[in-house]
């Protein structure tokens, strides 16, 4: 073995990436050749394109860094040398990542609790289990070319195990005294849905009320005058939506926070995964979600935003919308809150998109919320509901018959049971409303028969029609709403927030790079 030789078996051993058992499975015509594996591979392998291990295919690497074989030299002491700490040797078609970001991404990936190996292969099948490092793969390759990569069995589980689980405590990711950044972008896609451009809203309303210099942005800034830190909302549309796209690149990534808004059974959330892994830190909108990615390292913190005093109800110039036309006379007027629930105009409303759990469920009360005075938005989405004429209103229109409401339905699009935020709080009980809802997956504020009333769907006709018919019924539904309303807009549970969400962005903003 010449001195070069001896030199690279060194460093490919000091760095633990040589996998031998790898290396003979594809490569059985070695076996019997009496050579250790890691010596075969420096003195021939890799002059013959072997591979030293799952993640380095020599043509790929040499494509990106053609200097990496000059002088007939070894590509894979190349990598080590130059990308130290890495094992992801190739940007596949994430080609705006650096490796050092794509390594952080594909180790993080393989440590989230919703992600299984023999998941990611079952459902493709057509990706080699022997030779590829499927959480690479799925990372690099599965999440651009569309491809699910977390099964629906483990999603369920992994939701039911965090629902039971003890979990961390938030003081392990928050410094309340901490320092902060000088300016923060809050950003959210103008051609994004509407209740997403809401929530941006009242995050940085609530940011402003930390005492932080807060900005709402959107993918029309210029990256390059970006402010300090960025929180990027909904990241599942922003980066791939327009101008949003110019933004995916590993340097704004790396140091950048991102709110996830999005369930882990949808490919919308797939979509987001490359941006959420390999960023700075996680807000998710769902408890259990925030404690997942704190399972796979990542600082998280579960966080909604505080609502305002204010309400953005319907507009002058929304009186001609269709939708809105519909209304009875006296809902078309501005709603208060705190009109009592024996008051309000109409019984039931329900706001959301058609989907097969849903359609079961209304196919089969039809009859019965035909008895009642409804207001029923329900329609198949094909895009995001956005700022177009047709779309604009219906954030307005969702609170404004909320509030004319005395029931607001949460019928959940599948079988997860999540406790969408925006829906149930913002759009109902901060507006009067009291929620009936099939079972939601706990929340740590919220509680079922306290602040809404869960039931099963084949027995919620039943709750309704107790709350709507008789004294205790209605008696119960004016207690549940007065003691959610009185949550919903409570000066220190607003200051809680605050100081919560402070103190996450200092401990991110302190943290240096892993």
Not at 9 to 15: F, H, K, Q
Not at 364 to 386: E, L, M, S, V
């Amino acid at each position: 073995m010449t001195r070069t030789e001896q030199q690279d078996l060194e460093t490919i051993r000091e760095s633990g990436q040589f996998d031998a058992e790898f290396y003979l499975a594809t490569n059985p015509d070695i076996a019997g050749s009496g050579y250790e594996p890691l010596v075969h591979y420096v003195k021939y392998g890799f002059r013959e394109g072997r591979r030293p291990n799952r993640n380095f295919r020599p043509a790929l690497y040499l494509a990106q860094h053609p200097d990496a074989g000059a002088d007939n030299r070894n590509p894979f002491i190349h990598f080590l040398q130059t990308h130290s700490g890495c094992h992801v040797a190739h940007q596949g078609l994430l080609t705006r990542f650096r490796l050092e970001d794509l390594s952080l991404g594909v180790r993080t990936l393989e440590q989230l609790p919703f992600f299984e190996p023999e998941d990611y292969h079952d459902l493709n099948r057509d990706v080699a289990r022997a030779t590829t490092d499927l959480a690479e793969h799925a990372l690099l390759y599965g999440v651009p070319e569309g491809r699910r990569i977390f099964g629906a069995l483990r999603v369920s589980e992994t939701l039911g195990a965090l629902c039971c689980g003890k979990g961390l405590d938030d003081a392990d990711y928050t410094l309340p005294d901490g320092p902060v950044p000088d300016s923060i972008g809050i950003f959210h896609n103008s051609g994004g849905n509407v209740f997403i451009h809401e929530i941006a809203a009242d995050l940085h309303r609530t940011l402003v009320d930390a005492g932080l210099n807060c900005s709402l942005l959107d993918e029309n800034a210029d990256p390059d005058s970006r402010p300090d830190l960025c929180i990027f909302v909904a990241p599942h549309e922003f980066f791939h939506i327009g101008r949003g796209q110019a933004w995916a690149t590993g340097s704004i990534i790396q140091d950048a926070i991102m709110f996830n808004t999005e369930q882990p059974q949808t490919l919308w959330f797939e979509r987001g995964i490359p941006f959420l892994l390999m960023s700075a830190g996680v807000i998710d909108i769902c408890h259990q979600m925030a404690e997942g990615f704190r399972q796979a390292g990542m600082p998280a913190i579960h966080f909604t935003p505080n609502i305002g005093t204010g309400r953005d109800y319907l507009r002058k110039e929304d009186m001609q919308h269709p939708m809105v036309r519909v209304l009875p006379p006296a809902c078309r007027k501005q709603p208060d809150p705190h009109t009592p629930f024996a008051d309000r105009q109409l019984d039931i409303s329900f706001f959301g998109g058609s989907s097969p759990h849903r359609e079961k469920f209304f196919a089969r009360n039809a009859g019965f919320f035909a008895q009642y005075r409804n207001y029923f938005y329900y329609r198949k989405f094909t895009a995001p509901i956005d700022s177009s004429p047709r779309d604009n209103p219906l954030s307005r229109l969702a609170s404004h018959v909320a509030g004319h409401s005395r029931i607001a339905l949460n019928i959940h699009r599948d079988d997860y049971g999540f406790f969408e935020w925006h829906r149930i709080v913002k759009g109902a009980m901060a507006n009067g409303s009291v929620v009936v809802s099939e079972p939601c997956l706990p929340h740590p504020v919220f509680q079922p028969n306290v602040h809404f009333l869960e039931e099963t769907g084949r027995h919620i006709p039943n709750l309704i029609e107790w709350l709507l018919n008789t004294p205790d019924g209605q008696a119960r539904a004016e207690e549940i709403r007065a003691t959610t309303l009185q949550l919903v807009s409570a000066p220190t549970h607003n200051r809680a927030h605050c100081t919560r969400i402070r103190g996450f962005i200092s401990y991110v903003w302190s943290t240096p790079e892993p």
